[in-house]
């Protein structure tokens, strides 16, 4: 299953709209530095707006994205996350453990990205 | 009331199983939020049974005392659980992760019993109630 990476400014934006296995999701991570390093994006948005379940291995997988993205200069922002599993999330003991910046939608989560990339300063939660 | 089992080998198999555990939920009547957490304790059982046990099953019935409710049994034949005071702790993986499978998965359920021998396998049993 190939999932886009589309490059919008100086961002990649990816959006997953299946389910991934394991194995799909490590791909899916290779692809993305790849792009980060062909495109010299300076920041990643990964959108993930229509998974319904997002367990241990899919949270460890997008926090190591997000840290792997971030070493290669593209800061990283998770958005779209539903109630439903930021809930479950926090239970199942993960907050702690996860340093994701994260935005409620696509659209803060692009702001919080160019606000940050102009600033040239962490991002922050307003 | 309904019962089946799936047979959990591979990736695939964990993301088959907890679909079908989410649509036996929802039928049942489950919000949207215990949906998530029961797939999401299927989820984390069934990557256990792929990644420790080396394959095995998890039957999903619907069950009935006073109230309606899930139950998930997740089944192997691996290696067992040597110390299970540690893996019940949570933050604990023999092969790396978060190692929030066990702990994280009775955390999200009303119910959990497990059973393990070393050199035989784990079951684990998962309940939640309709409230």
Known sequence: MEIPILKIEDFLIVSFQIELSDHEIDMLRESILDKIKETGARGLVID??????????????????????????????????????????????????????????LESGVNLLRKSLKSGKEMVHE | MSEDTLSVRNEMDIISVRGFGRNVAAQLGFGVVDQCRITTAISELARNIVVHGGGGSVTIKTIQNDKKGIEIICKDKGPGIRDMELALKGGFSTVGGLGIGLSGAKRLMDEFQITSFTGKGTTVMIRKWLK
Do not use: C, H
């Open chain 1, 48 to 105: 993930i707006t229509a998974l319904k379940t997002v367990d241990s291995f899919m949270a460890r997988s997008l926090s190591s994205i997000a840290d792997t993205a971030t070493l290669l200069g593209a800061r990283t922002v998770v958005v779209g996350m539903q109630p439903a599993v930021a809930l479950t999330l926090v239970e199942l003991g993960l907050r702690i453990k996860w340093k994701i910046i994260t935005a409620l939608n």
